[in-house]
C-alpha cells in the first residue's frame, strides 16, 4: 500500500498576535505542488520507520527521525488507537520534499502514513475512518496534516487547519531553492514574535489580499505573484540572511513572485511557464544562491493511493 503526497508553498501566510495558548492565528493559503513524497505501509511485527531519498532528489535525509517520534509512525499510533487494533506495520518513506524546508515533509508523510494506514486496518465493508475523521486526526497530528490530505489550493483558518478549499486554475510553474541546514518553526515564529515586540509593531489581523484569490481564480500568474506574502519571512531571512541573496537573484531573472516558503529556509518562485521555470532553475543553481533547485507545479491532489500497476 502505497500513499503519494505533495508537499506545499504558501501563497498567503498571515501571522496573528500570539494567543493563550501559545500559538498563532494564522490566515495560511496553502498550495499543494508537484514535488511528492511517498510513504509505503506493510504488515509487520511490529511499527518500524524507513526513509530514503526518492530516486533522483537531494534531499538531506539524515534530518529524518527514525523512532516513534517520527511523525508518520505518529500517525499510524493514532489510527490504530482510533480503530482498536495494535499498530504493527512498517513504514517505508521515500522523500523528495526538503527535511525542515518550509514545505510541510514532515505533515505530509503524516498525512500519507494515515490514509495508508486507514486503508490496511479499517474494515472496508463498514469504515470508521471517512476523509472528515481522518481530517480530525490530522489536525491532532499538525497544523499542516490536513491540508496533506486534501490538497489543491486552501486557505487554512485558526493554526492552520480549519480548511476551505480556493478554487485555482493552474497550473502555476514554481521553482524551490533549498539550503543547507533546515530552519526550527518554532525559531522562526519566536524570531517573529522577537522582531515584532523590538520594533513596537503590533500584529494585525492578517487576512489574505482579495486579489490573491481573483489570481488563483483567473489562472493569472503575474497578478499571483504580485500578490504572494509571508509575515514570517522577516524572522527567517533575521536567522537566515544569506536568503536575501537567494530571493534576490530570483527576482532579477524575472521570477512573478518570490518568497521564502513558510518558515523557510526553502525560497518559491513564481515562473511565467514552465519554460521559464526551467530556465529559473537552470540559472539559480548555477549562480550558487541555492542547495539544490527542483520545480514543480501546482496545484495537485492531496494524499492518494497508487495503484499496484502504478507503484
Ligand atoms: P513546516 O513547513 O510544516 O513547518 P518543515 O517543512 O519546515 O515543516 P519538516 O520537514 O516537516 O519541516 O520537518 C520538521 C522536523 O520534523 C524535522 O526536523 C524532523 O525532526 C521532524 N520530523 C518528524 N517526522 C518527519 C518526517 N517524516 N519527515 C521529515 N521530518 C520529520
New binding site residues.
Given amino acids: 500500500m502505497t500513499v503519494r503526497v505533495p ?2 508553498v504558501n501563497l498567503w501566510l498571515g501571522v496573528g498576535p500570539v494567543r493563550d495558548d501559545g500559538y498563532h492565528d494564522l490566515v495560511n493559503v496553502f498550495h499543494a505542488v508537484s514535488l511528492f ?1 511517498e510513504v509505503t505501509a506493510a504488515p509487520a511485527d511490529a511499527l518500524a ?1 524507513t ?1 530514503a531519498a526518492a530516486p533522483g532528489a537531494r534531499v538531506a535525509i539524515e ?3 527514525l523512532g516513534g ?6 500517525a499510524a499510533r493514532l489510527v490504530a488507537a482510533r480503530l482498536g487494533v495494535e499498530p504493527r506495520v512498517a513504514l517505508a ?1 521515500r ?1 523528495a ?14 498525512a500519507a502514513a494515515l490514509v495508508a494506514c486507514a486503508r490496511l486496518w479499517d474494515d472496508p465493508a463498514d469504515p470508521k475512518l471517512d476523509l472528515d475523521a481522518l481530517l480530525a486526526l490530522g489536525a491532532e497530528l ?3 496534516v490536513p491540508f496533506a490530505l486534501l490538497g489543491g489550493t486552501a486557505v487554512g483558518l485558526g493554526r492552520g487547519e480549519r480548511l476551505t478549499p480556493v478554487p485555482a486554475a493552474g497550473p502555476f510553474h514554481w521553482v524551490f531553492a533549498t539550503a543547507d541546514g ?4 518554532p525559531a522562526v515564529y519566536a524570531e517573529c514574535d522577537r522582531l515584532r515586540s523590538a520594533e513596537g509593531v503590533r500584529a494585525a489581523w492578517p487576512h489574505e489580499p482579495p486579489e490573491l484569490a481573483a489570481a488563483l481564480a483567473a489562472g493569472d500568474a503575474a497578478a499571483l505573484g504580485a500578490a504572494l506574502g509571508n509575515d514570517l519571512q522577516p524572522a527567517a531571512l533575521m536567522l537566515r540572511p544569506s536568503l536575501r541573496r537567494t530571493l534576490d537573484a530570483g527576482a532579477a531573472l524575472g521570477a512573478l513572485g518570490a518568497l521564502v ?4 529556509p ?1 525560497c518559491a518562485f513564481l515562473a511565467a511557464d514552465a519554460e521559464h521555470a526551467a530556465d529559473l532553475a537552470r540559472v539559480l543553481a548555477a549562480e550558487g544562491v541555492a542547495r539544490d533547485t527542483v520545480r514543480a507545479h501546482g496545484p495537485v491532489p492531496g494524499a492518494t493511493v497508487l495503484d499496484a500497476a502504478a507503484e
Fill in positions: 508537499a506545499k513524497d520507520v526513509a534530518g529524518v527521525p517520534d517520527n511523525l508518520a509512525a505518529r518513506i522523500k520534499i526538503p527535511v525542515a524546508g518550509g514545505m510541510a515533509g514532515g505533515s505530509a508523510d503524516a499538525g497544523s499542516d533546515g530552519l526550527s518553526t516558503s513558510g518558515s523557510g526553502t
